[in-house]
Nanobody
Framework: QVRLVESGGGLVQAGDSLRLSCTASVRTFSSYAMGWFRQAPGKEREFVTGISRSTYYAESVKGRFTISRDNAKNTVYLQMNSLKPEDTAVYYC???????????????WGQGTQVTVSS
């Protein structure tokens, strides 16, 4: 079982930056592919970025968001720059043994953290 806890969300203005963190309670964290997804009101959960041996980004966040991980701290980060109002959503981190961009493929999920970007 993998427990994921996100932090770092908040209310910011357009153009600002935020860094989300997700810490996992698992001994073999480095074995897991980690993903960030987001869900806006009335919309489906969508892939934002993922990291395994490589990194993967949705087109909508390329050049603005950066995913990274610190295996010694069992933590994955999402650095979000140049935030836009359309980035407003609940952001979730997720884990599975193999990388995927499909939400339903992931086995473990955090509780989510709200990111609100005002115009």
């Amino acid at each position: 079982q993998v427990r994921l806890v996100e932090s770092g969300g908040g209310l910011v203005q357009a153009g600002d930056s935020l860094r989300l963190s997700c810490t996992a309670s698992v001994r073999t964290f480095s074995s897991y592919a980690m993903g960030w997804f987001r869900q806006a009101p009335g919309k489906e959960r969508e892939f934002v970025t993922g990291i395994s041996r490589s990194t993967y980004y949705a087109e909508s966040v390329k050049g603005r968001f950066t995913i990274s991980r610190d295996n010694a701290k069992n933590t994955v980060y999402l650095q979000m720059n140049s935030l836009k109002p359309e980035d407003t959503a609940v952001y979730y981190c997720a884990a599975r043994l193999q990388m995927s961009v499909i939400a339903t493929d992931f086995d473990y999920w955090g509780q989510g953290t709200q990111v609100t970007v005002s115009s």
